[in-house]
């Protein structure tokens, strides 16, 4: 019975795309510049897995396969990338705003039965310094994006109820399917005046995506289980069971539990705060210290991976912290997978589409009818 872990340590990229010159990202190496940055930092079972190959160090010869991956979906976010990754290959962008136009501020706030504050292009944590005040006098939503394709809205907690701010959104969704933006996502915070803080309790709410290999899967019969926000950028299509999480810590403990209760069928799992917490806030050292937690954590979790079981480590983006600005990265990612199949050190090479990994799964899962991308078993 085929059981298999597919894992995405979320902004973890391995170097610049080849079209990353298109995005305004060459030299983005969000990897290779942390590691530059922390030369003490040590991942030694990431590097027993192929990492250091990948990344063109010396290292030992790795246990299991590894590879490259380059992104061919347009985009950098985690929508087109986690799409990519389960064979929905995005062709046309999605739809990016600076500020949101007036006809479509007018269906929001029609449709939201409120008005908004701000409407513009702004960091999340500065946004609330520039309108958080204005936010508690007014108990107004405050409304904002970025380079990516989202539409965001924040709220404080105590002034709008978490249950509130999610019916917003669901009804911003209804209006953002008209203009092709890949997410609204709830942003909400607490705190008070010059020490706001965003809260774990941010939801996603996607655009539904075309027909996945998360579908065929669940189709065959298979349990496909979400841990973290994967199954929120899949507007729930393909899942048959979800498991939301607040952090890397909780996201790891989750996956642990599952996978020891999982006789079969895939647990595609997010690890967001790499991407949330340190890559858009440029902590260097914050993501350092996250990338060598889960490596603790994964030393130990290895020994859990049967010699019948297929694990796939891998990213959706990039997100350097040493990069300008705040935003996502195109960069390709790196590519590990422990299989009882597979020859020690087996070289997997440069992949041109994430969607090899979904060719990957449904060979692993036996389905025939699958035929975007190409398998690497």
Sequence with gaps: MPRALLLILDGVGCGAAPDAADYGDEGADTLRHILQARPDLSLPHLVSLGLGRVLGFEAAEPTNCYGIMHPRAVGKDSTSGHWEIAGAVLEKPFAVYEKFPPDIVAKLEDACQTTFLGNYAQSGTVILGELGAQHLASALPILY???????????????????KLYAICRAARLIADEYQIGRVIARPFVGAVGAFQRTANRHDFSLMPPRT?????????????SVGKV???????????????????????????LWREAKNG??????????????????VNGFAQALQAFDAWLGAFLRQIGADDLLLITADHGNDPTFRGTDHTRESVPLLVKCGAAQK??????????????????HWFKIDSWNVGETFL
Aim: aromatic share 8%.
């Design 345 to 362: 050190g087996q070289e997997l090479g440069v992949r041109d589409s994430f969607a090899d990994i979904a060719a990957t799964l449904a």
């Design 145 to 163: 994006t970025s380079a990516d394709s989202v539409l965001q809205i924040a709220a404080h907690e105590d002034i709008v109820p978490l249950e």
């Design 213 to 225: 290999v998360l579908n065929e899967i669940t189709e065959a019969g298979f349990p496909v289980v």
């Design 231 to 257: 199954a929120d950028l899949f507007a729930g299509s393909g899942f048959t069971a979800t498991y939301p999480t607040k952090s890397n810590a909780e996201g790891m403990k989750q996956i642990e539990k």
């Design 266 to 283: 895939l647990i595609f799992a997010n690890l967001v705060d790499f991407d949330t917490l340190f890559g858009h806030r440029r902590d």
